[in-house]
């Protein structure tokens, strides 16, 4: 094919909606002119031509493809490059958005000519899903579907949505966010999914996590303890009531959907009403929960509709959980947003029958924690891991091990895949693309990729079908949000990245990432942005400080709200920094303004002016935060994040003005 900017595609009517989109955006990065013809060719095929007249060769080529065996799976497709045109083929929709997504990234990769390459490809995992919480700064309606087809262009095919309190209930509403979807909204997503070739997958909590329901009058009373409104009971018929209720409206709002994941993560509570409590004296610890978990479980089997569920009540948590009689189509899955390196694990699992993970002996006998070896600039930080909740581990057997000379043992990692297999289910793997826990100012953007990385290798070589990358709003519906998903782009590619190819390595996938962000008005860094991410987490120097600063102009003047967003994240980073170096300085000596006569006036004026110009810096901040979040995040969430991250600041500030005002009146 030759090198031009305008080419024609010959594709199915079908795919008009996606072709439309990626007109759009090579229109946008790379001035690309596109003209869409819809023609019957054989099915899920596509051409890419420089000439409007296509002769009956390419369609012949197409039959042979398709005839061949070259496509080995649903989604393969085959990109066969000749003189005069390109084919795309593949054996289902999903496969030829697939092969039409991956023209986007050789066209962007070959700083937007249309130069093609051949290339047969086959996803790792089959079943590809990107995860969306919505307690936390979700999407408004247009950046929701801007995201799904995205999603698209990245390879995934399916979104697991977790609506929590944003779905447009027709009952038991009462709890509904005042900026909840309506049902206009949801059509649109369906629609959208339908277009793109992405399954829904709807989250609905059915026990634990009820934070933003049972802390309501109206359903305080299903609590499995009185006041503590993360779980509800699983005896009380209310609960389950509850859950068929909701899962029902979704259903109907969604009638193509196959996988249904019924949450049921970090339910603690338990055994502690009267009648579970009853019930796990006759029947054994967690008995309640388990028989739950299998009627919901049956309830969805019942519609052919396949449950997914959390692993770690049952696999890492509470290894006494028997879920004997559960169907062993259920798809079990394991989380696991630490994991770095497929062939290790910071972590060591000790299994006499089936117990969980414990703690690395690094954390726990790690003498020189205090005295890191030196290193400029640098954050030092150590590996959490797991703890048993419900045991002491000293009186477990492992104590005895970890003083053996076989500690510390190396073991594979993710462990919990393995003993999914082994007891017949079918499992599913987790990765992290967005972090709760790493808040607005800490997000440790390379290790969501590594973890990525990782899933991609252990499922490909597991030879697991389904993948899951998670984005969670806030930890629970208590706590405070994280920034929303337009941020978190290096992170959300690499797990479609990574579930595709199932290999490849950190420099490889850089690499299409540049390409995929490249544009022509990209912003010009004064360092790689890869840098400049890693950096925003590992280093507190001041010289990493005026790079960032240096970088703040062209971020903020890009169009992409990629960028936009990082111009906040730098923008809201280098303030937070600054400002936490100068409090820990000013919390040590603040008491002496307060006690001491003859205390310099001059120097409390100073600190005054200080603390004066911080306040007015958040509120530019403030200012400008909102109007870039009010793009892409719903109302009520976007000024609900910018309240969060300035909130106990301002406070701060304003108590220490108080000292000093007071001081000066004595
Ligand atoms: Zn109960």
Known sequence: MKNSSKFIIFAPKKAKPFLLFYRKKLNDEANIEIEIQEMQLPEHSAVISTTKNLTGKAERELENILAGKELKTDESFIIKVSKEYSLVSARSFSGLLCGLAETYHQIKKNTGKPLLENSVSSPAVKNRFYHICMSGTTPNIESLIELMKDLKILKYNGIVIEFENKFPYKKHNSFLHQNHYMLEDIKKIRKTAKEFALQIVPLVQCLGHLEFLLKFDEFKGLCEKKGHVSSACPLKNGTFDLFKSFAGEILFAFPETKYFHIGADEVRVHGKCPECKKHEKKNGKYSAFAEYIKKVTNYLFEMKIIPMIWDDIIYRHYP??????????????????????????????????????????????????????????????????????????EKMKIYDFIKTKDFPATVKAFPVIEMIKSDGFVPAGASNVRKSLQGTENQDFLQRVLNNKAWGEKLKSSNVDFFIATSWGRGNSLKEPVFNMELMKYTLASGGYFSWNGNGTIEDYDEYFDALLNRLDQPKLSLSLQDLLKGLYSIRSGAFYSEVEKNLLPLKNSKTPFYQMLYLYCKNFLFSVRYESYMERLKKYIYRLEQEKNYPSQEKKQIQQTLETYKKQIQKIEKEAIKILIKYVVPEEASELVTSIFYYKKIEINSLLEIIHKSEQN
């Open 320 to 393: 006494d959980v028997r879920l004997d009689g559960l169907s062993k189509q259920t798809i079990i899955v394991n989380w696991d947003y630490w994991t770095k390196n497929t062939q290790k694990t910071s972590e060591l699992i000790f299994v006499p029958g089936r117990i969980g993970i414990t703690t690395s002996r690094k954390r726990m006998f790690d003498i020189n924690k205090f005295h890191p070896p030196e290193q400029d600039g640098e954050k030092i930080t150590y590996e959490a891991s797991a703890f048993f909740e419900d045991y002491r581990w």
